[in-house]
Structures are given as C-alpha cells and as structure tokens.
DNA sequence: TGTACATCAGTGAACGCGCGTTCACTGATGTAC
DNA sequence: TGTACATCAGTGAACGCGCGTTCACTGATGTAC
C-alpha cells in the first residue's frame, strides 16, 4: 500500500516500541528535551501519530523508557572504563570518574534526563529500578576500587554518597556548560575527574574517625 | 475604567518588569519551569499579555531575569551564613557549605533554572554577570575560610573548582530528589552538606603536592 | 490442512488547548516653549 | 501657568502553531478446532 511508511513493507512495524525509544533517544541528543515529541518519534519511526500510544501511555512513559536506558549505558560504560584499568586500587577509582564524567559529556541532554524529576521514577517503576541499580553498582564499584587497607575501615553509606556527590557536581557542570572560561579551555573533561578524584580520595583516607565502623568487617 | 486590572488604578502600572520577574519567580516555585508563561506571568500581574513585550523581548528574557536575581539571592544566602559563623576555619568552610545546600534545597526550581542551559548566558550578558559574579564570589569565599596555614600553599584553580564541583554535585542531587531512601530519611541535608566539606577539606589539607605553588604569594 | 474468529497493532481524521507573538490602537506622562 | 505634542506603556483581538490525546476504523496475526 502506497500509505504504508517508508521503512515497512507490512502493516506492522513489528519493533516499533524499541525504534519509538531510539527515535526519541535521537530527538533528545540533537534537539533537546524540548525536542522530544511522541508526534516527531512517529514520525522518525515512519508510523503515525497515533501508533505510539498501542506502546506507550502518555509522553512521560516514552521519556522514561529513554532515561531507563540510560542508566543502564552509563552502568555499562562505567563497568568498561574500570574493566581497561590496571590493579591499582587508586587507578580504578579514577576510572571510575573518567568513566562516569566521559559519559555524562557525550551524552548532555540525556544525562539531565536521567536526573530530571520528569520523567519520575515514582511513577514509572522500571525507570526507578535501573536507577536504583545504576545507583548501587556505581557505589559497589567505588566501594570495590578502594585498597583493601582502606577498606578495614569501611565506610559508611554516606561517605560513598560524597564520592558520588562529587562526581555528580563534575559532571553536572561539564554537561551545563557551567565551567570558567580559563578551566574549560585548559583542563580536559578526564582530568577534572582524575583530579577531582584524587582530592576526595586523600580524604577519606583521612577521615576514617568519621566513618561508622562496620563491626566484624 | 472597568478594565483596568485588579490591583491598579492607573492606566500604567509604574512597576511592571518588577512585578512580572515576581510572578514567573512564583509560578517557578509553585510550578516548575513548564509552568512558567508569558501568559500566565502577566495574568499574574493583572496585565493583559501583550503587556510583557513592553519590557522582554521574548519570553526567555523573562526567565534570565529570573535566574540572574537567583544568582544574586543565592550569593546574599550564602555571605550572610557565613556572617553568621564564628571565625574557625573550618567552621567558616561548613557555613559556605551548608548556606549553598540550603539555598538549593529551598528553591530547587529556581536553582535547576539557574544551571540550565536555557536561557543561556550568551545570549543575556546580565545573567551571565551575575552567574560569574557568584561563581567568583563563591571561590573567593572558600579560599578566604581557609586558615591560613592552609593558604601558604595557594590551592590553583582547579582544586577550589573541585570544591565548588562538591557542593554543585550535593546541591544537585538534593533539588532533583535523587537521595538513596536511607540517606534521605536520617540525614538532613545540611549534615550532608557538612559531611562533604569535611572530606573534602581533609583531602585538600593533604593534596598540596597536587597544587601548582604559586610563587610569592 | 483449512477455516472461523478473537486479538493485536496499526491508520487517519479530528478535538481542544494554551502558547508565543504581532498588530493597530489608545490612555497617560512629561517636556519644550 | 498653559498648551501642543512626542513618547511611552498599556489594551484587546487575532494569527498560526504543534502538541497530546481520542476515536472509530482496518489490516495482519495466530490459535482453536
């Protein structure tokens, strides 16, 4: 039929719930959240306006289902960037950060996505689990990437969470195009990180007083 | 005349741009970003919604002006915590930490706002001031809580941009409500805000080998 | 192996919406003389 | 002190827009018998 889009040949798509994700997935890194529209993803997938709706209930729901995955290719970039590290617990730490601020530079508009309140993952539950999980790797791998010395002296949930803040803040000021001038033109996204990294990590290996010791550890 | 609005009794209203910065200020607070409109802003100032255009050129405009007095409300909140604190060092470092978080934590809009990249500083010089007038401030104020023994090895800029990347990155995850439960429930965010500055500063205190001397000083 | 039929995944037209923005206009203000 | 007039800051009606969403529909699929 002449009315049946460009890329079919059937009247069913036949993936159209997984090419809506990546047409949106598009939208979001060349236009923006503001250029996310389920009419633009039909449109990008050659189905009509009305189809995405037989996948996905509303918007938000499409929005989700991109930041879902994000977590879960950021989860895996990360797991990769440490994955090429040598055994030193110190250069893991630091691939850690390179892994996670690299990504969150290659990937600006989904990465505030993910961190945004719309989508929320309180209404969308998959969404709330890959973060969640997202969430627990990333403090398991920095928990794991410290040397064994340091971790006699575990520390606690809230002490991990400065690790993360940190690079939370990095990266949040790389993808908001945020940096002074004279940092940004100088210093290299990776080594911010690696910097930033090595700062934090001379102190928690100071501030083990601070820590709650973890009985029988 | 009959159709004149509520609130005056004039033709003109004497203070317009005031009153509609205040209103998008309101409908961001009570709304979010989407919920702030043109529209909705000079209904707001009991104006009709040609009226604005007298004063924005567009409806970005309006909300630089709002992020730009963010800056400056932000930068007040945080000189007057640490006004409010004695003349520790260290002490003085946790009040900068915590009237950041703080400030954040009340207007979590207003600060996404603020970081987003629209509206953009490059295309509002003022917003741009004012986001560099704080971002100096800040700095300015972090380096001058250090003690002085501190002080002698002048950290670069990149190390108190690590500082500042810390409070951004707490700063962050609070407003977007991305808190793991746990910590969520039994920490309030000043601790947090406190608990990372201390880290931090015990890796700063122990990072002098990373900082560039700066001769002379 | 063939056929009836329930179910699923699309279509296309239409709805109502609030929005940003423009336009010709008018009331108010203040300044030159 | 009074008046003409330029300028400014509002009005109100209208435009076009793309959007999210709904609806009755139809083509395709696959399963029971």
Same mark, same amino acid.
Do not use: C
């Given at each position: ?25 598009? !939208? #979001? &890194? =060349?236009?923006?959240?503001? @250029?996310?529209?389920?009419?633009? $993803? %039909?449109?990008?997938?050659? *189905?009509?306006? +009305? ?10 729901? !499409? #929005? &989700? =289902?991109?930041?879902?995955? @994000?977590?879960?290719?950021?989860? $895996? %970039?990360?797991?990769?960037? *440490?994955?090429? +590290? ?132």
């Amino acid at each position: 039929m002449a009315s049946v889009g460009l890329g079919r040949s059937t009247y069913h798509h036949g993936n159209l719930r997984r090419a809506l994700v990546d047409s949106a997935a598009g !939208l #979001l &890194a =060349a236009r923006g959240v503001h @250029g996310v529209t389920l009419r633009a $993803a %039909a449109r990008a997938a050659g *189905v009509s306006q +009305a189809a995405p709706y037989r996948h996905f209930a509303d918007k938000e729901a !499409l #929005l &989700a =289902a991109v930041a879902e995955e @994000g977590f879960q290719a950021m989860n $895996a %970039a990360i797991r990769s960037a *440490v994955a090429g +590290a040598d055994g030193d617990a110190a250069h893991r730490l630091e691939a850690v950060a390179v892994g996670y601020v690299r990504f969150a530079a290659e990937h600006p508009a989904l990465y505030r996505l993910m961190w945004s309140p719309t989508p929320s993952g309180r209404a969308h539950p998959p969404l709330r689990a890959a973060a969640d999980a997202a969430g627990a790797a990333l403090l398991a791998l920095i928990d794991e990437t410290r040397d064994a010395g340091q971790r006699t002296a575990q520390p606690p949930v809230d002490l991990l969470f400065v690790l993360w803040a940190l690079l939370h803040g990095v990266a949040s000021l790389v993808v908001d195009e945020q940096l002074p001038r004279d940092i940004q033109a100088t210093v290299p996204v990776e080594m911010l990180a690696v910097r930033a990294i090595q700062v934090l990590n001379e102190g928690l290996r100071h501030s083990r007083s601070l820590a709650v010791p973890q009985p029988g550890s």
